[in-house]
């Protein structure tokens, strides 16, 4: 894999390496996440509409390699979509190599893309969604930075429950299933359930679905 651009972010190195082929993003030194698959990165945006079965404005928490923002402009349900990337390189990317992943998605007027902390931009915005769909770390249990854990803990879900408007979903991209994380959705959410994605190696991937009460 080449090198093809590497810059200081909010939560340091990112690297976007690749090979004509396909690519990845290392974000420290780790893997964070590449172009090979992506079938647990659409599935956490079309379970979530598809739950829903309704006219949904989409929040999605992590731009990545954008799998999860093409997968929801392709469902019927999506109306608009809110995509909060932390990082100003990866929206870069996406006017370039990755433009394919996301299938041009960054042009299309039903998305609006703020370059922001999430959990941040949850304290400050009013907005409520239909869909909330996280995919900004490996998992609750291992975060892209320190402060990231916030999110998965009681403050950061008592926000993103109180920004699920009724009868709305949360869904949440783990690469590992963390017993503790599902306990405390569901001490917040009506509906809580685990869908696990087989992967070449290693233990699956799991999306977690919480669904609040209908008004």
Do not use: K
């Not at 006219?55 to 608009?80: H, K, M, N, Q, W």
């Not at 892209?144 to 699920?164: M, P, Q, W």
């Not at 009724?166 to 590992?176: D, K, N, Q, R």
Request: net charge negative.
């Amino acid at each position: 894999m080449e090198v093809l651009d590497q810059r200081r972010g909010p939560h340091g190195e990112l690297v976007l390496r690749g090979d004509g082929e396909h690519y990845e993003i290392i974000s420290n030194g780790v893997f964070l996440m590449d172009t090979r698959a992506g079938a647990s990165e659409r599935l956490l945006v079309r379970a979530a509409l598809d739950r829903l079965a309704r006219p949904a404005d989409v929040l999605i928490g992590g731009l990545g390699v954008g799998f999860s923002l093409a997968e929801a402009l392709r469902s019927p349900y999506t109306r608009r979509v809110t995509v909060v990337e932390c990082e100003p390189a990866v929206i870069d990317w996406h006017g370039g190599p990755l433009r394919p992943y996301s299938e041009g998605a960054l042009d299309d007027p039903r998305v609006r893309v703020e370059c922001a902390d999430l959990l941040a931009w949850l304290r400050e915005t009013p907005e409520a969604y239909d869909a909330l769909c996280l995919d900004i770390d490996n998992g609750p249990d291992w975060t892209v930075s320190e402060a990231n854990a916030a999110l998965y803990g009681d403050e950061g879900l008592d926000l993103l429950a109180r920004r699920t408007r009724p009868g709305g979903v949360l869904a949440v991209w783990s690469a590992a299933a963390v017993p503790a994380f599902e306990d405390r959705l569901r001490q917040r959410f009506a509906e809580v359930g685990a869908c696990p994605v087989e992967v070449a190696r290693g233990e699956p991937d799991v999306v977690y679905l919480a669904s609040t009460r209908a008004a």
